[in-house]
């Protein structure tokens, strides 16, 4: 009996292009909790000023999409730091976690692409 891996998505996998250098990107405090991955869409948390999972059902800021989580980070009960992409990007929606169409539109103000 063998057994089948799926391999998750890797750092910055789902980037087909973004702007020069690194001006996409931006280092972020994400919010204690469960391991995110990469690709992972992410809301900011008004209350605290940290990003967490987007969250279509939520009340607290993680309901819009701002931005996408750049590599996996493993779960926390603290703060962790990361990188996401933030603006001028094309991206995979085939390598993205917690995509809808409302995330897909607020992406777009942020001049984040889905190809």
């Known amino acids: 009996m063998s057994t089948i891996r799926q391999e998750p ?6 980037l087909l292009s973004e702007g020069n250098g690194q001006i996409s990107r931006e280092a972020i405090n994400v919010a204690p909790g469960p391991a995110l991955v990469a690709g992972q869409l992410l809301g900011l ?4 000023g940290e990003f967490a999972a ?3 059902a939520g009340e607290d800021g993680s309901e819009k999409a701002v931005c996408i989580l750049f590599a996996s980070l493993g779960e926390s009960d603290i703060v962790r730091r990361g990188r996401a ?7 995979s929606e085939a390598l ?5 169409a409302d995330a897909e539109q607020a992406l777009a103000a942020h001049n984040i692409i889905l190809r």
């Open 9 to 14: 998505v890797h750092a910055g996998e789902f």
């Open 45 to 48: 948390v008004t209350a605290t």
């Open 54 to 56: 987007y969250n279509p």
């Open 85 to 91: 992409v933030v603006r001028l990007a094309e991206v």
């Open 96 to 100: 993205l976690t917690g995509l809808d």
